[in-house]
């Protein structure tokens, strides 16, 4: 009966090591991709809704997100635009705790 050599089990188990450890590293990467989208998601559906509501009456205005993102904060500005009769809606939403942030911007009659 004839089996492995010891060097042979040895070489196996390097290459699988080598094997496990590079998927693991990419999955890693991935979930961190995709964890970073879901956040830009958030942040995007979260400012769109607030430029909506101040489509209805634009003013300045900031505030958070509480109870449902207390760590969101939003800022709504109304700048004078390049072309007149326009201004600019610019409407701001970040985290507090690393800084990413969107800003959507919008062009309402005056």
Known sequence: MRGFTLLEVMVALAIMAGVILTVLGSVNYHIGIIAGERDNTTLTLLARN???????????????FAPFHPELSWKADLLPADLPGLQKLVVKVWRRSDGRGVALVRYLPK
């Open 50 to 64: 607030r430029m909506a509501e101040m489509d209805q009456s634009p003013a300045k205005g900031e505030g958070t």
